[in-house]
């Protein structure tokens, strides 16, 4: 497992936009897949973006295409997501994952398959 630290969360206006940056540590972060899940007061944990280990092929939920982009920077060990058009519903806590898959590409959806997760950071939007 490797060790994850979310930052650049924080309050903004709809239709404005938001970097997240996931700080990545303890392990060899070119063979990890990356991604960002949400969750709101009262929901699930929900799927948001992910990442291959090279950054060549990324997937997202239908209602952020468009809108969001995830990458990556191998050198930096860093995942980001940068959020553009917010709106009201995009308020959640953003949380960073990654998953040890050092060979093949997968995209992985799942929460359950992730085995390292950040603390999460609060983004809100208000409308």
């Known amino acids: 497992q490797v060790q994850l630290v979310e930052s650049g969360g924080g309050l903004v206006q709809a239709g404005g936009s938001l970097r997240l940056s996931c700080a990545v540590s303890?392990?060899?972060?070119?063979?990890?897949?990356g991604a960002w899940f949400r969750q709101a007061p009262g929901k699930e944990r929900v799927f948001v973006a992910t990442?291959?280990?090279?950054?060549?092929?990324?997937y997202y939920l239908d209602s952020v295409k468009g809108r969001f982009t995830i990458s990556r920077d191998n050198a930096q060990n860093t995942i980001y997501l940068q959020m553009s058009s917010l709106k009201s519903e995009d308020t959640a806590v953003y949380f960073c994952a990654a998953a040890y898959r050092p060979r093949g590409m997968q995209i992985l959806t799942r929460a359950s398959s992730y085995d390292s997760w950040g603390q999460g950071i609060q983004v809100t939007v208000s409308s």
């Open positions: 303890g392990g060899s972060f070119s063979s990890y897949i």
């Open positions: 990442i291959d280990r090279d950054g060549s092929t990324t």
